[in-house]
């Protein structure tokens, strides 16, 4: 099993930006994949980013590409997001998870971590 844990939330105006980061605990099998996942107010969760074990296969949902950027380091067991240019409409709990299974936006992933708060006030 893997227990995950995100930082990095906080509040940002429009057009600024912000990190996320994820740390990843227990085992590295389970970390094949990682994705980020966000639930607005209101709002159904919706898939992010995900990446491969490897760093170099991504995959990006249309709301976020060119804004969004996923990156892992995998000796450090850290993944992480970096949001620019960052809208009101991003105000959402962001969450990291994780997977060995197939590496896609609409993949299972069994491993959650408790989410941090982004806030993007206009």
């Known amino acids: 099993q893997v227990q995950l844990a995100e930082s990095g939330g906080g509040s940002v105006q429009a057009g600024g930006s912000l990190r996320l980061s994820c740390e990843a605990s227990?085992?590295?099998?389970?970390?094949?994949?990682m994705g980020w996942f966000r639930q607005g107010p209101g709002k159904e969760r919706e898939g992010l980013a995900t990446i491969l074990i490897n760093g170099a296969s991504t995959d990006y949902a249309a709301s976020v590409k060119g804004r969004f950027t996923i990156s892992r380091d995998n000796a450090k067991k850290m993944l992480y997001l970096q949001m620019n240019s960052l809208k009101p409409e991003d105000t959402a709990m962001y969450y990291c998870?994780?997977?060995?299974?197939?590496?896609?936006?609409?993949?299972?992933?069994?491993?959650w971590g408790q989410g941090t708060q982004v806030t993007v006030s206009s």
């Open positions: 227990g085992s590295t099998s389970d970390t094949y994949c």
């Open positions: 998870a994780a997977t060995r299974f197939s590496c896609h936006l609409r993949a299972v992933f069994p491993y």
